[in-house]
């Protein structure tokens, strides 16, 4: 019922700056809330940023102040502005949504529908 497709990664500096977006298709309600998440080799994928249908947002601690989580609704597009990259913000990132979640714990089994991931490598 919903398609998602990220784009934006790529290979960058330590302290450069990466935007990633994500294009939904499909049923709306089901991006009524939306998050990031990454996978760094041999970790498991966690939680970087959510955002609600109400524009409520939530972040990890690791990227608080560094990363901005937006969505715009009528291009059924969510963004991740990510800025003073670190090395340790290597991994492929995720775009993950459905019709409910809970942002501020953004569990992986709150989320039914997922991208193919886009890879982002910050050297140093």
């Known amino acids: 019922q919903v398609q998602l497709v990220e784009s934006g990664g790529g290979s960058v500096q330590a302290g450069g700056s990466l935007r990633l977006s994500c294009v939904a298709t499909?049923?709306?309600?089901?991006?009524?809330?939306m998050s990031w998440f990454r996978q760094a080799p041999g970790k498991e994928r966690e939680g970087v940023a959510g955002?609600?249908?109400?524009?409520?947002?939530s972040y990890a601690d690791s990227v608080k102040g560094r990363f901005t989580i937006s969505k715009d609704y009528a291009k059924k597009t969510l963004y991740l502005q990510m800025n003073s990259l670190k090395v340790e913000d290597t991994g492929m990132y995720y775009c993950?949504?459905?019709?409910?979640?809970?942002?501020?714990?953004?569990?992986?089994?709150?989320?039914?529908?997922w991208g193919q991931g886009t890879q982002v490598t910050v050297s140093s």
């Open positions: 499909g049923y709306t309600r089901f991006i009524d809330y």
């Open positions: 955002i609600a249908r109400d524009g409520r947002t």
């Open positions: 993950a949504s459905d019709a409910f979640a809970d942002i501020a714990t953004m569990r992986r089994a709150d989320f039914g529908y």
